[in-house]
């Protein structure tokens, strides 16, 4: 069984929303710091958004371009991580991965601390 699992890519048109899921597998999400990470074609992979463990006061972080739009959120009952991306654009179409760090409780989106990755989930955004 995958430590974490994405789930909720898909098309959709500019303006729209998608709502990505990350399940954990063997951890409690609220004992770390989880990431979400993106990939476009030909592009390095950057951080966008994080949400710190709940001892670190789940304190949440994103990358500049995606402030105002997505919302990264935790349900510990469901050992889920949730980030809720609106108004998405064109330039969002990418590969979404969620990650966790075993080393690290405080917001982070460097990438060199997360330990865990998901397999990633396609989000492409386009009329």
């Known amino acids: 069984q995958l430590p974490l699992v994405e789930s909720g890519g898909g098309l959709v048109q500019p303006g729209g929303f998608l709502r990505l899921s990350c399940v954990a597998s063997g951890f409690n999400t609220d004992h770390y710091v989880i990431g979400w990470f993106r990939q476009a074609p030909g592009q390095e992979r950057e951080g966008i958004s994080c949400?710190?463990?709940?001892?670190?006061?789940?304190?949440?972080g994103y990358i500049d371009s995606v402030k105002g739009r997505f919302a990264i959120s935790r349900d510990n009952t469901k050992n889920t991580v949730y980030l809720q991306m609106n108004s998405l654009k064109p330039e969002d179409t990418a590969v979404y991965y969620c990650?966790?760090?075993?080393?690290?409780?405080?917001?982070?989106?460097?990438?060199?601390?997360?330990?865990?990755w998901g397999q990633g989930t396609q989000v492409t955004v386009s009329s």
């Open positions: 949400i710190s463990a709940v001892r670190d006061g789940s304190t949440t």
């Open positions: 990650a966790l760090s075993l080393r690290y409780g405080g917001p982070t989106r460097n990438s060199v601390v997360y330990d865990y």
